[in-house]
C-alpha cells in the first residue's frame, strides 16, 4: 500500500452514530481509526481529485488520525482505474461532524453484502488493576457466543453489534463458537487485558468463504479520565491517511460498500 498525497480530511456526515462519542478537548476534532474488513476489495481512494490512498487492502488497521471537520469532495475506484476512471462510490461536499473516537469498520453483513459500520469507542477511565475488551461481531456469520477461558463470557453476540467487559488484568483464552453450541468458529488465542486499556477485538471476514480472522485494537491511557486522545494499536497494523477515511465512510453515507471491485492480483494482501 503506498500514499502519494498526505491531505487533511474527515469522515462523512453518514457516521451520525459518532456524535454520541464523549466529547475530546476539542470539539472541531475527532480521532479516527479504520479497520478494512472486506474480504478480496482492494481499492484506490482519490480526494479532490488526488490520489490518497493505492491498493487499500483487507485486514488493514489504520493508526490513530485526528482530523478537523470540514467538507470534501471523495472517489473510490477500482484500482488503476485512475481519477477520470468509473467510481465505485462518489459523494462531493462531504460533511465531516467533529468531537468523537470512533473505529469505522468496512465489512460483511451475516449474509456477506459489503457495509460499514462505525462503532463509538468506549474511552472512559479504567478501575485501577481492571482493563477492559471489547468483542465486536463483523463476521458473515451467524450468531456466536464468546468465550473466555472456555465459558461463555459475551452469549447471542450478532453482526453488527459489541460488547464489553471490564476484567481484572491478566491473559485470557478466547474463542468464539456457534451460539449456543461448542463449534469453534475462531481461536482459541491468547488476549492480554492491560490495565488501563479496551482492547478490542474484531471477527471479520466470511465463514462460508472459509476466510474468518480476527483483528486486534488496543486504546490506552484510560487509567483516569484522559487529557488527551486514547492512542491505539492494530494486530493487523497499517497506515493510511486522512483522505482514504473520509472515502470509506462515504460508502457508507450513500449504502454502498465496495461491490464491483476487482482485486488485484499483484496486490500481496
Known sequence: MRTRTTLTLAFAGGLSLALAAPALADQH????????GVPDATVDVYANGDLVLEDFAPGTLTDALTLPAGEYDL????PDAGADGEAVIEADDVTVPGGANITV????????TPVLTPFVND???TAAGQGRITVRH???????DVRANGDVAFPGLTNPNEAKADLAAGTISADVVLAGTDTVALGPADVPITEGTNTIVYAWGSAEAGNLDLAV???????SSPSGVPSGTGGQSGTMNAGAVAALAALGAAGIAFAGTRRRASVDA
Open 105 to 112: 469498520v468496512a465489512h460483511l453483513d451475516e449474509s456477506g
Open 217 to 223: 485494537q488496543v486504546l490506552d491511557g484510560l487509567h
Open 123 to 125: 474511552v472512559s477511565g
Open 75 to 78: 472517489k473510490v475506484t477500482a
Open 29 to 36: 476534532e475527532s480521532t479516527v481509526y479504520i479497520l478494512h
Open 138 to 144: 463483523t463476521a458473515a456469520a451467524p450468531a456466536v
